[in-house]
């Protein structure tokens, strides 16, 4: 079997204890992390997605599931964010109030921390309050947001509200992502940019500090 099948194989068994094993294996085969990410550990991840909405998994399965792919993170994103370029500029990220999913926004970090960004992560359930205190005490670019239900997007307006009212909006770009996000919705709430997976999120944001620079 393929070996990225492999790994997304393993996310659906949820084989926790095999993973890390089974990462180790595919990177000594010269199998990129990125691509190891992309092709096995978020379609695996997907799949179990699909099986939780179709009641086919429950909660028990969706954390075993999160806690397999973290497993195989560890040992991924230390390569992602080594991979060493110039400075480029300051990130604060979050998940936005309410929200408690960090895997994506983990993968987004590295990606970011590997081609030249500096990145304040805030972690998960980050109020618009906590955000903008930290926009407001620190010398950051842009702010990016992370939110996986869409139950919780709305707190991606309501922090652009909040930047607004304290006379922050100029301060920083503010970049969204995360699986229900679209284009569409960034603009809607008034986002200077959107990322789709975390190689858009690295390019949009050099692209928001190429537009910033004199
Ligand atoms: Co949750 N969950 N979950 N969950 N979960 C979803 C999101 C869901 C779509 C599953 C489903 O029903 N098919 C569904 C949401 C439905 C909706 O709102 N429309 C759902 C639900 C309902 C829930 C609960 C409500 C379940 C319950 O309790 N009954 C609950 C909510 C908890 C809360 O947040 N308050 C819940 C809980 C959980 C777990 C804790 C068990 C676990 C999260 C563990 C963790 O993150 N620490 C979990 C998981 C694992 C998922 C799925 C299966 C996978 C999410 C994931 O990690 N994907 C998910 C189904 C799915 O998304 N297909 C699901 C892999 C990750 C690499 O992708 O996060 O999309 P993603 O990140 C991508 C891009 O989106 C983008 O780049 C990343 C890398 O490519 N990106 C950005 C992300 N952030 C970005 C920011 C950017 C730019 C790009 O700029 C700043």
Same mark, same amino acid.
Request: proline share 3%; no cysteine.
């Given at each position: 079997?393929?070996?990225?099948?492999?790994?997304?194989?393993?996310?659906? $068994?949820?084989?926790?204890?095999?993973?890390?094993?089974?990462?180790?294996?595919?990177?000594?085969?010269?199998?990129?992390?990125?691509?190891?990410?992309?092709? +096995?550990?978020?379609?695996?991840?997907?799949?179990?997605?699909?099986?939780?909405?179709? +009641?086919?998994?429950?909660?028990?399965?969706?954390?075993?599931?999160?806690?397999?792919?973290?497993?195989?993170?560890?040992?991924?994103?230390?390569?992602?964010?080594?991979?060493?370029?110039?400075?480029?500029?300051?990130?604060?990220?979050?998940?936005?109030?309410?929200?408690?999913?960090?895997?994506?926004?983990?993968?987004?970090?590295?990606?970011?921390?590997?081609?030249?960004?500096?990145?304040?992560?805030?972690?998960?359930?980050?109020?618009?309050?906590?955000?903008?205190?930290?926009?407001?005490?620190?010398?950051?670019?842009?702010?990016?947001?992370?939110?996986?239900?869409?139950?919780?997007?709305?707190?991606?307006?309501?922090?652009?509200?909040?930047?607004?009212?304290?006379?922050?909006? $100029?301060?920083?770009?503010?970049?969204?992502?995360?699986?229900? !996000?679209? $284009?569409?919705?960034?603009?809607?709430?008034?986002?200077?940019?959107?990322?789709?997976?975390?190689?858009?999120? !690295?390019?949009?944001?050099?692209?928001?500090?190429?537009?910033?620079?004199?």
């Amino acid at each position: 079997m393929d070996r990225t099948k492999q790994i997304s194989e393993a996310i659906v $068994q949820l084989k926790w204890d095999e993973i890390a094993a089974l990462t180790n294996e595919t990177l000594e085969a010269g199998i990129p992390a990125l691509e190891i990410i992309d092709r +096995g550990l978020v379609l695996g991840m997907s799949a179990v997605g699909i099986k939780f909405r179709d +009641g086919e998994v429950f909660l028990p399965e969706l954390l075993l599931s999160a806690k397999t792919m973290k497993t195989a993170l560890e040992i991924l994103l230390p390569i992602l964010s080594q991979q060493g370029t110039g400075f480029i500029g300051r990130v604060i990220i979050g998940t936005v109030s309410g929200d408690l999913h960090d895997i994506g926004k983990k993968i987004v970090t590295s990606m970011l921390q590997g081609n030249g960004f500096e990145v304040m992560d805030l972690g998960v359930d980050v109020d618009p309050e906590r955000f903008m205190e930290a926009v407001r005490d620190n010398d950051v670019q842009i702010l990016g947001l992370s939110a996986l239900l869409t139950s919780t997007m709305p707190m991606m307006e309501a922090t652009i509200k909040a930047l607004e009212k304290a006379g922050l909006r $100029q301060k920083v770009k503010v970049m969204v992502g995360g699986a229900s !996000v679209t $284009q569409a919705y960034a603009d809607q709430i008034g986002a200077d940019g959107y990322g789709a997976d975390a190689v858009a999120a !690295v390019e949009k944001a050099r692209a928001l500090i190429s537009a910033q620079s004199p």
